[in-house]
């Protein structure tokens, strides 16, 4: 990269209380937190890069009874606001996009657990996280961080795999996200869901996620949106796949949102020796828990 281009990137990561962020993320933080959703709001929360998008499109399908049109109404973050982001050009902030929307409303967020609003948990509202195995992770942050001018560059991909061991990157550890959540599954009724699952058999998830928003669709609807919601047909769909989005924040001839949509790609990536001190340091620590992530189908 060009020295001119890293001077356009000017997106230091900060401390927020025990994670790593950008800049404009953490002194919006204050607000964020103070955020009060209703109990009828549903919150999306994930670690970047695990399936958000996907699971997004899912819901509000769900939620509008496989109405592709509705669900075509304006590009994902206007939909589904995203909690903590700050206004860009030519796009509101999270909070601004939520005051101006009646509840029910659909909230995306990639804070951990412990840095969510209080108020969701007061209210009890619903929440589905998504979590995707941890090589694959890496793999699409990786190329979205090479397309993501808000974000720092990701430089030569042996260090970027450091970076996200240490949880150097922004939203911080992806072990401690994804313990966060799946430690607190059972008491706060989150729908704790697999990137890998919803590739296996995503009927079969989406039937989890309608019984969980206490829906009921028939299987002619399913199927729509399960054709509806398929890596292909999301590529191509302008209102889930960020195009408008503009090249000085998301530049997709270095990479595109809608990229590969695989499992298994970071075996494409990792030497064979990469892969076994990853894993090393993964189940170090990952011991005190048994979350079960696949690294292939
Ligand atoms: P890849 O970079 O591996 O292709 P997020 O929405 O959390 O930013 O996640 C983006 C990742 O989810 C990207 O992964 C993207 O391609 C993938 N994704 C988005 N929609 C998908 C779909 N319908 N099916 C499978 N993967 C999808």
Known sequence: ???????????????????????????????????????????????????T?????????????????????????????????TARIGMPSGLDLLKAMEPPRVIKTHLPFHLVPKGFWENKCKVIYVARNAKDNLVSYFYFDQMNLTHPDPGPWEGYIQKFMQGQLPWGSWYDHVKGYWQERERRNILYLFYEDMKENPRREMARIMRYLDLSLSDDVISRIVELTSFKT???????????ITKPIFDQSRSTFMRKGEVGDWM????????????EDSE???KHVNIPFRTQL
């Open 234 to 244: 999301m590529k191509d769909n302008p209102m889930a796949n960020y195009n408008f």
């Open 284 to 286: 170090k620590k990952m």
């Open 268 to 279: 494409n990536h990792f030497t064979p020796e990469q892969a076994a001190e990853f894993d």
């Open 1 to 51: 990269m060009s020295k001119n281009q890293e001077l356009k990137r000017h997106c230091p990561l900060v401390p927020l209380k025990g994670i790593l962020v950008t800049e404009n993320i953490a002194n919006n933080y204050n607000d964020v937190s103070a955020f009060c959703p209703d109990p009828s709001d549903l919150l999306i929360a994930t670690y970047p890069k695990a399936g």
């Open 53 to 85: 998008t996907w699971v997004q499109e899912i819901v509000d399908l769900l939620l509008h009874s496989g109405d592709s049109e509705t669900c075509k109404r304006a590009p994902t973050p206007i939909r589904m606001p995203f909690l903590e982001n």
